[in-house]
């Protein structure tokens, strides 16, 4: 079975600063899809960005990266120019692409964690 | 992208009722999902809501506790049955667009 592993529970970064969030993940699967989730105090949760784990290139949105690491099966969060409405919990997230394993879209989350932004 | 509202956004019951929450997409999503969220914790699947047909329920979670129904491409409701202050949680609606998953904003329920 698939697990997603965050190890931080809490972070905090300065503002203007850059953090970075772990991810780690395990799976036997070759094909698969990564995501990062931001939910803030509204309890929405915002997809920030996605990776296909047969693309080598790193996903990029905005401020947010991702540092993806097949063969280490880690997939990083950064986050540049830190402001105070990144402050939420993020998740990390992991979705199979055999339809076997995902039911068309399961998700399996991490524990998430708390980013802090300090003025 | 996808728009998923929820209602109700919040509720108090008491225990030993039902409430239904519904879910209402924008756009025809392949799959519908309602996952729970206890406090402080991470999310949980409950079941995938199958269009016409019975929902798939993840191991822990049953059809009399949890009933779903999806009668269209772009509604949902999920009831949570003869509550108990363990059923204090937020649930949320999602829904599966190309190769993204979209959220709804939650339904936060309280049982005293």
């Known amino acids: 079975a698939q697990t997603v592993t965050q190890s931080q529970p809490e972070m905090s970064v300065q503002e203007a600063e850059t953090v970075t969030l772990s991810c780690t993940y395990d799976?036997?699967?070759?094909?698969?899809?990564l995501f990062w989730y931001k939910q803030p105090p509204s309890r929405q949760m915002i997809l920030v960005i996605r990776q296909e784990a047969y693309k080598q290139q790193n996903a990029t949105e905005n401020r947010f990266s991702v540092n993806f690491q097949k063969a280490a099966k880690s997939f990083s969060l950064k986050i540049s120019d830190s402001q105070l409405g990144d402050a939420a919990m993020y998740f990390c997230a992991y979705r199979s692409s055999t339809p076997i394993y995902n039911q068309g879209g399961k998700l399996i989350f991490g524990q998430g964690t708390e980013l802090s932004v300090k003025p | 992208s996808a728009v998923i509202s929820q209602k109700p956004s919040r509720d108090i019951c008491q225990r030993g009722t039902s409430l239904t929450i519904q879910c209402q997409v924008d756009s025809q999503v392949t799959m519908m999902f309602w996952y729970r969220q206890q406090p402080g914790q991470s999310l949980t699947l409950i079941a995938t809501a199958n269009q016409g047909s019975e929902a798939t329920y993840e191991s822990g979670f049953v059809i009399d506790k949890f009933p779903i129904s999806r009668p269209n491409l772009t509604f949902s409701t999920l009831t949570v049955s003869n509550m108990s202050p363990e059923d204090s949680s937020i649930y949320l609606c999602s829904g599966r667009l190309g190769n993204t998953i979209y959220f709804g904003e939650g339904s936060w329920l309280t049982v005293v």
């Open positions: 799976t036997s699967e070759s094909d698969y899809y």
